[in-house]
């Protein structure tokens, strides 16, 4: 039995929804209706307010036995933050200050339901710059951390492991502790709160986050780059890096994809020829540096097959070319029952590719593909027709098994969730399994916080 009354004493009782009716949308998140779980059926979803309402939440859960799931934006792919047992659903949307952008310490003290979109626009309405950009600007704080989000534009900057300063947690027994701090270096005993990050809300509810930044750059260009073949598209990615030019992103699409996308948002998708593209995006100090790396990357291209290269420099059109691939996912989702993440070394994207077409036809099926290729990250996207010949793990199973062949992992930035847990024994070996459960028990003795995640 969930306390309800115990949850309304700590955040009023209008933070406490109990009605099915009114918290559909937090029953669900973005994963593909093919694999997302069902929701479990004695659900309550409460809405803290503070770092103090949380620790009482998981006090009495912790005290009663409850299981809580915590939730940030819901765009998670995964289906992290889905409630599948009995339990409460802690979102962090009133959480939702940004508290402070301190401007000599390139930092930003970010509560966990801030969302992505309103950290960017506050860090750049004070001039600095937030580098990482997953796809959905819904997301939260709290989630990005949780699932050590990267996006677009890793290749130069990073995930977003690599800006997290400081966390403030609350463990599953109701403590809070703070973790790091505005410090560029901090090497005092071992790093819980790296452990913290990735941990897809299995340890600890993040309720506060501190973030590097760093100064704006003053150009920008955005080239996209036509083939008329995907592997000559993705074989010139390698090409690309061992240049010597580290563009801010190279993502590749392929043209019936994109082309969905720029209809469903009601854009013009701005190249005319090709079947694949990828997408670069190069930053500079001044205009000269910008030009110059577009030039270089161009020739590579050239080099490497490309049959066109257009190059847009006005903020607009290289805004509206960042939507159409970050919004992909939406329009293709009732033809597809999973999108992988998978991720090999960046030199051997052009290999797993070839996998890929071995198992689409040994299955008779076709692979939609893109992503984040300057990072080795593949969205693989299956399509519903492997769910109706029952094919769908087992082609799951053979992209996974050519992935790891390669050094790779079966996800990059999405998570393992609560759907890429059977492939769990794939991919880790048996110590790596033990020392993860021991950590989770250490943390969480009663196993109250997002069973069923991450780990098994
Ligand atoms: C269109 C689209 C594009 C996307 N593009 C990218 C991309 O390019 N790169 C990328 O990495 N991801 C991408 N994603 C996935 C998703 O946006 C990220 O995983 C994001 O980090 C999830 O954040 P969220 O706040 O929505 O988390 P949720 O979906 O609410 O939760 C995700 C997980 O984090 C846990 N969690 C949430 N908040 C907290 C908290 N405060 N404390 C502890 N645990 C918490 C949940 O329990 C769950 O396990 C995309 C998703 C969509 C829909």
Known sequence: MINVEGLQRI???????????????????????????????????????????????????????????????GTGLVGGAIPTEDGVVLSLERLDKVEEVDKENLMVVAQAGVTLGQLIETVEDAGLFFPPHPGDEGAQVGGLVACNAAGTRAIKYGVIRNYVKGVEVVLPTGEVISMGGKLLKDNQGLDLMHLLIGSEGILGIITKAIFRLYPKFAGMATLVVSYDDRHEAINSVPKILQSGVIPLAIEYVEAKEVEMSAQHLGLKWPAAKGKAHLIIIVTGANEDEVYFQCEQISNVCQEYKAIDTLIAERREEQADILKIRSEMYTPL???????????????????????????????????????????????????????????LKEVKREIYKATLNLGGVVTGEHGMGKIRLSEFDLCLDEKSRVLMKEIKRVFDPNNILNPGTAIM
């Open 333 to 391: 989702k009732p033809k597809i029952a999973d999108a992988l993440d998978i991720t090999v070394p960046p030199a051997d994207i052009g290999r797993i590719l070839d996998e890929m077409d071995r198992i689409a036809q040994r299955f008779d099926t076709t692979i939609p593909v893109f992503g984040h290729a300057g990072d080795g990250n593949l969205h693989p996207n299956l399509l519903n027709d492997l769910l109706e010949k029952g094919t």
């Open 11 to 73: 955040v009023g009782e209008d933070w406490v929804i109990t009605k099915r009716d009114q918290m559909e949308s937090y029953l669900v998140d973005e994963t593909y209706l093919g694999v997302r779980p069902e929701p479990a059926d004695n659900v309550v979803v409460v809405k803290p307010a503070s770092t103090e309402e949380v620790s009482e939440i998981l006090k009495l859960a912790n005290r009663e036995n409850t299981i809580v799931y915590p939730r940030g934006g």
